[in-house]
């Protein structure tokens, strides 16, 4: 199995006058087609530079029906950037696509077919975390991005989902016997970025709970 715990990274936390803004125009789009037959419970889209998968993308309540279409926001450092690519069906079979090259001013599209789910999907320990928005306004944005990257990633909420305050979102992640950390950012209705790190201790228990609150706000140096 490729990917099963974290290494540790620190973002590190500033303080000014100013907030920082997100820009919406550094992401690219990338769509997933489910054409299976049957149900993906699980996809990961996990930065190439990355050792591990980190969160499945789809949502710890959600699945994509057989013939529906999901889309997705990818924030990466790069004018091109390699992921990879794993799903997983209701019947335990997965799908894997190694080094998939997204590039600036292309969207970027991913067929699902029972061609290539044919592969016994690997036994995850599973964790699920569910991010609680306490900042006042509605969050466009989720990014959870494995520590030893240096790509954001996939963005959790879909291209067509946003968290209202005081609502939730909840992801799993594949978690080892050892404690992970994950970089967290959100990014508001106004374009202000929240960012922490988040540790998970998969000995102390499986389901774990964070809220984005003001004072996680990034400010400019």
């Known amino acids: 199995m ?7 990274a620190v973002f590190a936390a500033v303080s ?15 769509t997933f087609q489910n054409t299976t037959g049957g149900k993906i419970e699980m996809i990961f889209l996990s ?9 499945d993308i789809i949502g710890a309540d959600y699945f994509l029906k057989n013939g529906a279409t999901i889309e997705y926001f990818v924030h990466y450092p790069d004018k091109t950037f390699k992921f990879d690519i794993m799903a997983t069906d209701e019947n335990g079979n997965k799908f894997e696509v190694r080094d998939f090259e997204m590039t600036d001013g292309t969207e970027a599209s991913v067929k699902l077919t029972p061609k290539s789910l044919n592969a016994t999907a690997p036994d995850f320990t599973l964790a699920t975390v569910h991010i609680e928005n306490s900042t006042g306004f509605e969050l466009q944005y989720l990014f959870v991005s ?3 990257s240096d ?24 978690v080892g016997k050892d404690k992970v950390k994950y970089n967290l950012m959100a990014v508001d ?10 540790t998970i201790d998969p ?6 709970t964070w809220a984005i609150e003001p004072g996680d706000i990034k400010k400019k140096k």
């Open 2 to 8: 490729r990917r099963v715990i974290l290494a540790a």
């Open 16 to 30: 000014a006058a100013s907030v920082f803004a997100f820009n919406p125009d550094e992401l690219n789009k990338i």
């Open 47 to 55: 930065p190439g530079d990355s050792k591990f998968w980190g969160p």
């Open 146 to 148: 494995p520590g030893d």
């Open 151 to 174: 790509a954001w990633g996939v963005d959790l909420l879909d291209a067509e989902t946003t968290v209202a305050d005081g609502d939730s979102h909840s992801f799993v992640l594949a």
């Open 189 to 198: 209705e106004n374009d202000d970025e929240y960012q922490f790190n988040m």
């Open 203 to 208: 000995k102390a228990k499986k389901e774990f």
